[in-house]
């Protein structure tokens, strides 16, 4: 199994900037890709923004140009720098990883951290 702990979500105004990490834990596992998603109140989880154990990126339209999720691979670890924070950005944010664990793919998700913008 592997686990993902997410922590930096909190309370800020409009305009602000919040910081997002994950730290995966386990045995003898290797990620592929690491991302976030989110789901905000009455709708359905969407994807973030994810990066590859190469450094490749996508991301939402939504977040293009003010959000910016980044890697440390030695701390296995993934980031989501959250610029220029709109209302419209709260929601709980969810860090997903997958890969291989004892010989076995596997896809995990973190229990969530939620972000509030206030206008």
């Known amino acids: 199994q592997v686990q993902l702990v997410e922590s930096g979500g909190g309370l800020v105004q409009a305009g602000g900037s919040l910081r997002l990490s994950c730290a995966a834990s386990?045995?003898?596992?290797?990620?592929?890709?690491m991302g976030w998603h989110r789901q905000a109140p009455g709708k359905q989880r969407e994807l973030v923004a994810r990066?590859?154990?190469?450094?490749?990126?996508n991301y939402a339209d939504s977040v293009k140009g003010r959000f910016t999720v980044s890697r440390d691979n030695a701390k296995n670890t993934v980031y989501l720098q959250m610029n220029s924070l709109e209302p419209a950005d709260t929601a709980i944010y969810y860090c997903?990883?997958?890969?291989?664990?004892?010989?076995?793919?596997?896809?995990?998700w973190g229990q969530g951290t939620q972000v509030t913008v206030s206008s």
């Open positions: 990066i590859t154990r190469g450094g490749s990126t």
């Open positions: 997903n990883a997958d890969g291989v664990v004892n010989f076995r793919r596997f896809d995990s």
């Open positions: 386990g045995t003898m596992f290797s990620i592929n890709t």
